[in-house]
């Protein structure tokens, strides 16, 4: 069947889209490829960051191998490093911020999304919000002169009073050290274990909590035995969230952790993280491998916080993906 | 619509290819002397098969579509009309996975041509859609002149636009005043005609509706149809209607589709007094659908 | 009969308990968030002065001076982040809207969410080695490169779910009335999307104005002003920082004073972007 095409239908569809795509047209051909390269750009980011940080670590690496994670000498003196100190300061304070944070953040989190009243919700929910968003560098400062001051003179000997015979609470009591750095921890991930859990119990089909409370149950009951079981691999995945934003967090606990490269059994000692000691050192350094070194005290960081990210997500992802029950 | 005796033509389905000038003889001529066989198609589809991945949805439809009449497609959900007519504007291709083969001829251009831009033909066939969609972000006036402005032309007189398409879908004196307000803040049946006027706005010589009246009331039910009437005497118009009393209402053709397949395609007053095929007759008693 | 009772009680009690626990544990939640907004008000307010938004900082020791050269920083920096952060962030969003289905969106959804939770003190090191280290000189440059960073991973996974949001019945319009593909995306789509967006980004930028650790080897300080992108930039968190840990009574004020002016900048960003979300539901 003899048919002509009039040029009103007809774009110059020229034959290398053709060979390319699907696009019929031009802007299409551009549109997708140009937005395409700007997505690999974040992929690229990503491993450029990763490759950058083992390049500069890589004299360290060289130099010292797996003894920088279990030596404790760190001395830009002698030019020998071991990163022990730093490692326990962080994971530590970390840590110690989770015993605190997690049960306040669970309780938050069950608190907005089964118990509270309606009204109450909405505001409540945006001051925890408001807590994430004030500045790192304004709660550091915060803790200098309000945290470790309240710590020094109220709590330290309060707690050496009554539980002194433990070595936890052992020691010169200065306010600032790993107490002050685990509260100070706490108080920052608080809003993120807290929203991710608030999300997680929401994705909870509501078929469930129904189920326990028509068969007579308390509203704690219906929580504890319908709700959190199911939730249970997704508010893990939330604390680990926190526990990344933890080991990351640098100013605030610079600012209040005392910054001295000493493994301690005391709450009240002062310590050093990881972030704390680049922070504190990268622009003084002098000399290759000091930078080196502190650059592979970067590159551990790194790889921890995105490893602790990736189990995380998938953990949180698991709950929202579960079939049972309702709709997702 | 009183059913007419009709002239004892053989009713083949082949149609004259004339050009415009006998096209306009044949709407002038007597409504009981037009059939199937001597309406003069606008466009006309060839063996179109769609599909969606691997199903089959439309299995090879032969069919004329007359120019400046309404041309109603009905049939039981799934049927493939709502495929059919958007296969028209090539809006079915914009589904991933889906696509369509075959002709389908605008005049005497088979808009699947593999050099045809689908952007261009859909300049010419325009569409109105289930669910009345205006933009949200902009006011009436601009709804209106959306489809001119976001391909890049400048009318000389947007106003005139304006109010030349919103007097041409009888809107024009409800939403004078209110020009600036939000496409959205009217009600059901105004958006539709909104949209029309919208879709006018560009000027197309066919107008596919897509079960235009589904989601409004029957009092903007009837002002749509009152408007398709008006709009016959300029427009070609295909509408998807799954209620039949709207196509014996507003049509003046009807093609019945079942399954995938064209089962028959007559004047309205015809299917719907003396079917010639049997599924046709079961479907507008109401055995099934 | 007796016993049923006193375990319904038991029950109860408990449910009781665990209650107040959660109340009580979003009271201790929210005490530090009143603490800090106290102590920054009253030990901030003390600092505030024309001065300093005025002068630039005096010499150690000497009383006085301002940081008029760090909230201009600020601004400068955040200005090079958004930048240098807000239209690839966006386009790699709706790229991730539009084609992200198979396995290359997969990808970058998997490095943006892993870039989001980088440390960013990380991102400092990182830029240092990028663009310090060649240009041989800290610079606002490297300072806003380096927010912008942190911010991308943000902008990008916003801008894609506001997208999806979208209904299809209006990309379906635009195509019905002869719009190619990628103006629909744009100009019907985008912009449909645009309020959600924007409050997406305010709440980056938010955050971003309040970050040290990435400026520390990137923008580092500055006494003085600094002209063009090419010099240390002092900023607002930079300077509390300094000024917190050092030994002087009169930095120690005008940390408090910085902090205000920081925290309101930032709680202004945060209000009205929920505002912007708030005005746009009940425009419905």
Known sequence: MATSHDVSLVRGRSRILTRFGREVNWGDFVFRRTTALIAAFVIAALVAMAVAMVRASSESIATFGLGFVFSSVWDPVRDVYGALPFIFGTIASSLLALVFAVPISLGVAIFLSELAPTWLRGPVGFLVELLAAVPSVVYGLWGIFALAPWLRDTVEPLLAQVFGFLPLFQGAQHGFGMLAGGIILAIMITPTISSVSREVLRAVPSALREGALGLGATPWESVRVAVLPYARSGLVGATILGLGRALGETMAITMVIGNRAEISTSLFAPSYTMASVIANEFTEATGKLYLSALAEVGLLLFVVTVLLNVVARLLVWRVGRLPEGGRL | ?289 | MGSLFNQYTRRKLTDVLVRSACVAAAVVALVPLVSVLYYVTVRGIGGINLDFFTELPKPVGEAGGGMANAIVGTLKLVFLACVFGIPPGVLAGVYLAEFGHARFGKMVRFSADVMSGVPSITVGIFVYALVVLSTKQFSALAGGIALAILMLPTVTRTTEELLKLVPESLREAALGLGLPKWRATLRVMLRTAAPGIATGVMLAVARVAGETAPLLFTAFNNRFWSSGLNEPTASLPVNIYTYAVSPYEEWHRQAWAAALVLLLMVLLLNVSARLLVRSRVGAR
């Open chain 2, 1 to 289: 619509m009183n059913p007419r005796p009709m002239s004892s033509k053989p009713t083949t389905k082949k149609a004259s290819r004339e050009g415009s000038a006998s096209g306009e003889e044949a709407s002038k001529a007597r409504w009981d002397e037009v059939s199937v066989s001597t309406l003069v198609p606008k466009m006309r589809t060839e063996g179109l098969r769609a599909y969606f991945g691997q199903a089959e949805v439309l299995k090879g439809i032969t069919l004329p579509i007359a120019e400046k009449q309404v041309t109603a497609v009905i049939g039981p959900s799934g049927c493939g009309k709502s495929t059919f007519v958007r296969c028209l504007n090539r809006m079915h291709e914009v589904v991933p996975g889906a696509r369509a083969t075959g002709q389908v001829l605008l005049d005497t251009q088979d808009i699947y041509h593999s050099e045809v831009d689908p952007v261009r033909v859909r300049r010419r066939v325009g569409m109105v859609f289930q669910k009345p969609n205006p933009f949200p972000t902009m006011s009436i006036r601009d709804n209106v002149l959306a489809g001119l402005r976001l391909n890049g032309e400048r009318p000389d007189d947007p106003d005139a636009v304006v109010e030349k398409m919103l007097h041409r879908v009888a809107l024009w004196d409800e939403v004078k005043d209110i020009l600036g307000r939000a496409g959205t803040g009217l009600s059901g049946g105004q958006q539709q005609r909104l949209c029309i006027a919208r879709s006018l706005a560009l000027e197309p010589e066919v107008l596919l509706m897509d079960e235009p009246c589904s989601a409004l009331d029957p009092i903007a039910t009837a002002r749509v149809e009152e408007l398709i009437h008006e709009l016959r005497k300029a427009y070609t118009i295909v509408i998807v209607t799954h209620n039949m009393q709207q196509a014996a209402r507003v049509a003046n053709f009807t093609a019945f589709f079942y399954l995938g397949k064209l089962i028959e395609h007559d004047r309205t007053d015809v299917i719907f007094t003396r079917p010639k095929e049997q599924r046709t007759e079961d479907y507008i008693t109401g055995r099934f659908g």
